[in-house]
């Protein structure tokens, strides 16, 4: 069965400038503009947030 195209993979890098990434899915029906989480950064150490990049 076809994966839908309503929910794409995005990558979700961190603001901090240390290279994190996280990999997870959106709904581009709810979503439209870029998705923006706060989530934990290992290499920082600390929560920060993280932008979808494309």
Do not use: C
């Amino acid at each position: 069965m076809a994966r839908s195209t309503t929910r794409p993979v995005v990558t979700l890098r961190s603001t901090a400038g240390t290279g994190a990434t996280y990999v997870t899915r959106k709904n581009r029906r709810n979503d439209a503009d870029r998705l923006v989480l706060r989530k934990y950064d290992s290499v920082a150490g600390r929560h920060v947030t993280f932008r979808e990049e494309r």
